[in-house]
């Protein structure tokens, strides 16, 4: 059997429990710990960013089988939404009070759909990073809500986001 080592990021001004403590008592116990140290730290504040959903593309080279975003191109009516709809989206979710803008998309399906390929050079794309960085552009300059990015990893450009960071607020 292997050793359990609980470890938190306890504030000052709370003694924190001990292992034994914390794994020799009641999930009730252990949940009203939980409480305290949260209460001490964060009091009863919740916040939270109110944001809409972007899914640019909802295709991906990959084939991950725990993945429940991801479709093949004959489940979606367009390799990738258009500039349009994105920025018709982000409009209504504007004035609806989202003021973020969540980037949705599989990675790199150009690189296995073709339909993916041709929709991206005939929009005059390079790849969908690309596309990315030019919708996410589009909405922070016209919505002002703050674009987030969310491409798989491997995905994300050389250069970094900065590109793509919301305007400085005065
Ligand atoms: S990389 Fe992401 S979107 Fe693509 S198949 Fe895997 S989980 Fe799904």
Redo the contacts with the bound molecule.
Sequence with gaps: MSEVTVSADVPTGVTPPSDADLLGGSLRELMAEARRIRDVRYGRRVTFSPKVFIPLTML?R???G??T??KPPSRVAAPYLSLEDVLDLARRAALAGCHEALFTL??RPEDRYPAAAAWLDEAGHGSTIEYLAEAARAVRDETGSSPTPMP?PSAKPSSGCSALSPPARG
């Design positions: 991906c990959d084939r991950c725990y993945c975003f991801a599989g990675e798989a």
